[in-house]
């Protein structure tokens, strides 16, 4: 099974949208893609209902198209928008790594390939004493780091990828995301990291379709 977890430097740095362009592009390289965001936090309520809504797992099961219950794609759902250790404890029920592991592959075929989104950035408590870069590694996946295009994100970068390479973990690649619209005309973040990584480093601009490096990138994936 092929796959990819897609964590970040950060929250809201952009890790769904990035997850929904590369579950269409996938699609339509002709991959069959599950996706899984085994745990959400910052839930919206159903108005009159128990119901948790996990926007993340909502926009990735559309974009993948798959017919997977909301449930398979995100089992764990958590109303306070904090960390899903934290959500967890909140609830009195601390949530286990090997239960968020096991949700992550449960149901995904051998011919399938797997998106998985983190919560939050690479070191967040994920679980009860467990970082999103230990599910990464238990996993065993590629990781995919998603960097918000902002003032920060080299020292961010750089900090992260220390610490997958601590953990052995091999890097996909770099998604530096166009959060919002540049307004600092000196910042060249692109630049800048490319001369400091190895890595591949790929930019996606504000409101703006998949960038096309990244169907680049998911035909060398392929093969
Ligand atoms: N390239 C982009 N162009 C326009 N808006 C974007 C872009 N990337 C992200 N956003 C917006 O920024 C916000 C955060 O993005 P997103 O939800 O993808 O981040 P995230 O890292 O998945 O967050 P979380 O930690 O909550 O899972 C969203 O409102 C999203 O629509
Ligand atoms: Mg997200």
Known sequence: MRGIFITGTDTAVGKTTI???LAKTLRQNGQRVRVRKPVET??????GSDALQPSDAI???AAAGITDTLDAVCPYRYEPPVSP???ARLANCPLAIGDLHAACLDGVGSDDFLLVEGAGGFYSPIA???LNADLAAGLGMPVLLVVADRLG????TLLAIEAM????LPLMGVVLN????PENPFLDNHAELQRWLAAPVIHQTYNSPASPQLTQWVQKWLG
Not at 153 to 156: I, T
Not at 165 to 168: A, D, K, V
Request: charged content about 20%.
């Open 153 to 156: 994100a080299v020292n961010q």
């Open 59 to 61: 926009q990735l099961r």
């Open 178 to 181: 166009q959060v919002a619209q």
């Open 128 to 130: 009860q004493g467990a």
């Open 165 to 168: 390479e601590m953990r052995g």
């Open 85 to 87: 250790e934290w959500a």
């Open 42 to 47: 910052g839930c919206e309520r159903l108005a």
């Open 19 to 21: 997850g929904v362009h």
